[in-house]
């Protein structure tokens, strides 16, 4: 099936890392004599010189610094591969670490982790909160495996799937003087007093970046990383904001008018994790999780 040995090339991928035959042959189980046997036929099968034994140990040939790269990404498969299987052989527990906004835990996640969790009871969730910015940072550092936000930057590092849309409407209190109408166009809101959301959030981030192309300039009174406690002022008077319109209650409704917003404003709600993590068996389970809820339609606005 291929030119080379599998367990050649992971042989020499040990002797590579420990820069020793013996000690190679110590970590794998198997004779020294038998590492260099492998060795042998991988360079036999590559047709190339791969190490060269040094008194410090051993020498990577070019080819050999060419052959490893490759060989350390199939070392790293494997042994994912294997822990996929003994959680599956084993039924062993699993930690999903994830984070995402207080609105979206509120209004979107509740229903997709219910039913994940449903099917795969040996994986714990534990959810963490954070506006956008501080979740992709999260990620980057590992510190969660996987992240639910809007509109995330695009990164090398990051594999980003989308999943639903989220439209931004414009909430008011009911003697507003906006209350009353249909649509507003952001010209208008931008004559009135704005709570918006803190930095690093990306409704701001959507938000400000609208106003901006249509030339306004909002009066930003207040920035409150809470999406509850902008509701509250809302319905006191101190201002209108901009939300997800799923943010507003059936019994908030009763309070606050929401008013469709005539430039159309969306975030885009997506799966975030690290590239390297996408062998790491919860995340595999939760991302084909989503892809058949998203093929069955069952994730809407």
Sequence with gaps: ?????????????????????????EALFITQPGVSNHIKQLESQIGRKLLLRTKNGVRLTGEG????????????????????????????????????????SKVFVPTVLGGFVKSYPKITVKLDLANTEEMLEKVMKGEVDIAIVANPRASKRMEIIPIVKEELVLITDGKHP????????????????????????????????AFESVGAKPSIVFEVKSTEFIKEWVIEGRGISILIKRA??????????????????????????????????????????????????????
């Design 1 to 25: 099936m291929f030119s080379y040995s599998l367990t050649s090339l992971l042989v020499f991928s040990t002797v590579a890392r420990l820069n020793s035959f013996s000690k190679a042959a």
């Design 65 to 104: 610094k060419a052959v490893l790269r490759y060989a350390e990404k199939i070392e790293s498969l494997a042994q994912d591969l294997e822990k996929a299987i003994r959680l599956m052989k084993n039924g062993e527990p699993q930690v999903l670490k994830m984070a995402t906004t207080t609105v979206y």
């Design 178 to 209: 906006l209350s009353k109408r249909e649509s507003v166009s952001l010209k208008e809101i931008a004559e009135y007093p704005l709570i918006m959301r803190e930095e690093g959030s990306a409704t701001r981030r959507v938000a400000l970046e």
């Design 248 to 301: 507003i209650s059936e019994e908030e409704k009763k309070h606050l008018r929401i008013v469709q917003i005539k430039e159309p404003l969306f975030l885009e709600v997506c799966v975030v994790f690290l590239k390297s993590n996408r062998t790491n068996h919860a995340i595999d389970l939760f991302v084909s999780y989503i892809d058949d809820l998203k093929s069955k339609s069952l994730i809407c606005t």
